[in-house]
C-alpha cells in the first residue's frame, strides 16, 4: 500500500516518498512532510541551480547553499529558481 503524506509544498494529500531521501533530521522532516511529487519537482530544481550557477559540490559552502534552498523550496513556499534560467518555450 502507498504512503500517504499530507504534503507541505503542494498543501495536498499525496503519495509520500519510500525512505527519507537526505540524510539525518532534515532527510526524517522531509520523508514525513514531502510528498514524492514535490521532491521531484525539488530535484528538477536543484539540477537547475547547480548547471546554471556552476556549483562544485565537493566545496561545502555550495552543499550548504543547495540545503538551504532546499527548505525554502520545500517548506517556506519560496519559489527557488537560477538566476537567468528561462523555461523551454511550450
Known amino acids: 500500500m502507498t ?4 504534503c507541505v509544498k503542494l498543501k495536498r494529500e499525496a503519495e509520500g516518498l519510500p525512505a527519507p531521501p537526505y540524510p539525518g533530521e532534515l532527510g526524517v522532516r522531509i520523508w514525513q512532510n514531502v510528498s514524492k511529487e ?15 550557477n556552476r556549483l562544485n559540490l565537493a566545496d561545502i ?3 550548504k547553499y543547495l540545503a538551504q534552498q532546499m527548505e525554502r523550496f520545500l517548506f517556506e513556499d519560496v519559489d527557488v529558481e537560477a538566476q ?4 523551454p518555450s511550450q
Request: net charge positive; glycine share 4%; charged share 25%.
Open 3 to 6: 504512503r500517504m503524506v499530507q
Open 38 to 52: 514535490a521532491w521531484e519537482q525539488w530535484v528538477q530544481t536543484q539540477t537547475r541551480l547547480v548547471n546554471e
Open 61 to 63: 559552502r555550495a552543499r
Open 84 to 87: 537567468g534560467f528561462v523555461p
